[in-house]
């Protein structure tokens, strides 16, 4: 009789060690699964193996390493990572995880899907910069870029962050936002003598009320009451694959 006690008591243990294992082995496949998870943005640039991401809500601007990651276009073909360009809706496919730097980054990124190519506003708006900037380069002493962007209707506070950076790291200037009014403020610029010794101030301002397929804006490069660029009443137009722009007016200081 004992020794049959002590039989079913062994076979009770046996079973309730091997249920654990199974449970232990189970968390740990739990714990290794890998949901899919995906990012949903736009393209503002692709620069070498980086594509520059907006969009999505709670997160900034997104750099993502093109390296390693399977690159494809609305019908599902696999494509070139220099096909890729701004203005395009794409969905990133990622563990999850956003690292906190700047610009942010997604971890593990395994694939972009090209998911619809929209209108490069931004693209239209860092050439722009970009063109005036490169006129009368003496203007541009300094180590500061400052950005006014307060009346630019036609990109989201994420979109001109990312501008920004961009606009920063193609020409080597450290940049920041700002008015004329915050740059005296601040004492950036010389309010009595009007000049901004260290840097340059674009100001960038645009009609909300035309159609994206063609739009008025203005652009002013600004280093001193002696020393500007204006473009007036420039206009923008898209002819189905791109922007090209006019300038209307001239004027000099």
Known sequence: MKKWVYCLLVSILCLCGCSQRAEERETVSSNNRTEENIYAGSIAAVKEETAFLTGEAGTGLIALSLDGVEITDEAGNKMKKEDLSGGMLVHVTYDGAIMETYPERLSKPTKLSVIKREKDILGLYRQVIWDIYETDQALNSGKYLALDFTKVSRLSDTQ?????????????????????????????????????????????????????EEFSFHVQKWKSGKGAILWNACKATWNGNAYSYEIGEMGVS
């Open 160 to 212: 001109k962050q990312a501008l920004m950076y961009l606009l920063s790291d193609d020409f080597q200037k450290e940049s920041f936002m700002g008015t004329m009014e915050s740059l005296k403020k601040d004492g950036y610029v010389d309010g009595e003598n009007l000049v901004f010794q260290d840097g340059v101030l674009i100001t960038l301002e645009d009609e909300s009320e035309d159609e994206e």
